[in-house]
Structure formats: structure tokens, C-alpha cells
């Protein structure tokens, strides 16, 4: 790889210096979660782990998060209706 493609980072990577000077970088792909990448760009220890991000699975957004549906409930409680005394 040439010089100017070097300078630049690669695809789906941000980098930033942290408040206490270190540079970060992380992976950022939509769809994916975001990865740290250990030592500096072009490394062969980040590309390793920028290797591995890229070949990942997407994250299944909102998947924990979903509740199953509970049709059967009320048919449970229609006996029970005629039970529970009516507000006055």
C-alpha cells in the first residue's frame, strides 16, 4: 500500500484521542456492534482484529428485548368475568 493510502484509515473505523491522550479506535458498521480495535491502524494486530469485525454477524437489533405475544390470556380469564364485582 502506497503512503496516502496508508494516512488514511480504513473502512468502517473511527479513531479519536481520549481525554487522557491515548488514541481509540473502534470498529462502526451499521448493523453491527461497536468493536474497540487494539494498537494503531494498519498494525498487524489491528488488522487481525479489523479482519475479524468485518467477517462478523450483524446484531440482532431489539431481539432480547421483544416480548412473546400472550393470546391465550384472556381466554384464561373469561370465566372469571363474571366473578370480579363491578365498580359502583
Known sequence: MGPRVMHRLPKFVHGFIDRHGKPRFYFRRPGF?????PGLPWSPEFMRAYE?????????????RVKPHLSPLPSIFCPLWGVVP???
Do not use: T
Open 33 to 37: 456492534k461497536q468493536l474497540p480495535l
Open 52 to 64: 475479524e469485525a468485518l467477517a462478523g454477524q450483524p446484531a440482532l437489533i431489539g431481539s432480547e
Open 86 to 88: 363491578r365498580a359502583v
